[in-house]
T-cell receptor
Framework: EPEVTQTPSHQVTQMGQEVILRCVPISNHLYFYWYRQILGQKVEFLVSFYNNEISEKSEIFDDQFSVERPDGSNFTLKIRSTKLEDSAMYFC????????????FGPGTRLTVL | TQLLEQSPQFLSIQEGENLTVYCNSSSVFSSLQWYRQEPGEGPVLLVTVVTGGEVKKLKRLTFQFGDARKDSSLHITAAQPGDTGLYLCAGESFTGAGSYQLTFGKGTKLSVIP
């Protein structure tokens, strides 16, 4: 069964460093998303991406964040200068349709900023 | 900002008992999805409900979407230890920018005691 994959599973970085989180969405999906979940809190929407551009982004997704689909399979989230409060689980998701969309989530990347 | 309130937050029951988890909002959603999340993993989609009043069954799990598409419930019959986990509801809404996004509730942590 096709699934969303994410690498790395755990990333530890120093405050101020850049990190890139990688995702491979399900191959026939067209809509891609990033979410984050701070420990003990709810899953929060960051950004949606379609047709090589951002469709929607939340207030959390400020200028420090960017997304890219560098090739036909990968979808990346870059945080330019990490802050302590960026420590969280980051989930990538993909869906086939825009609405009534069943979003399938990856296993997540645990980002720890020291 | 749309909010989804889930109740109860925590639920501990004996094996064989029935239970209901609620997901409520003052906002209307185009669809509502239920996920299950294990510690340190990504949410796994259980079901999507789209039509007001819709009922879907997944073995011992029954999902209902409210008539006004503002609320939903998950009923588990004869709970088993394998049902233990975090259950999340997520409402899909149109952002007005030509895009849809999911808003998650905080989840119900279910523990089924053998």
């Amino acid at each position: 069964e096709p699934e969303v994959t994410q690498t790395p599973s755990h990333q530890v970085t120093q405050m101020g460093q850049e990190v890139i989180l990688r995702c491979v969405p399900i191959s026939n999906h067209l809509y891609f998303y990033w979410y984050r979940q701070i420990l003990g809190q709810k899953v929060e929407f960051l950004v949606s991406f379609y047709n090589n551009e951002i469709s929607e982004k939340s207030e959390i997704f400020d200028d420090q964040f960017s997304v890219e689909r560098p090739d036909g399979s990968n979808f990346t989230l870059k945080i330019r200068s990490t802050k302590l409060e960026d420590s969280a689980m980051y989930f990538c998701a993909s869906s086939r349709r825009q609405t009534y969309n069943e979003q399938f989530f990856g296993p997540g990347t645990r980002l720890t900023v020291l | 900002t749309q909010l989804l309130e889930q109740s109860p937050q925590f639920l501990s029951i004996q094996e064989g008992e029935n239970l209901t988890v609620y997901c409520n909002s003052s906002s209307v959603f185009s669809s509502l999805q239920w996920y299950r999340q294990e510690p340190g993993e990504g949410p796994v989609l259980l079901v999507t409900v789209v039509t007001g009043g819709e009922v879907k069954k997944l073995k011992r799990l029954t999902f209902q979407f409210g008539d006004a598409r503002k609320d939903s419930s998950l009923h588990i019959t004869a709970a088993q230890p394998g049902d233990t986990g975090l259950y999340l509801c997520a409402g899909e809404s149109f952002t007005g920018a030509g895009s849809y996004q999911l808003t998650f509730g905080k989840g119900t942590k279910l523990s089924v005691i053998p």
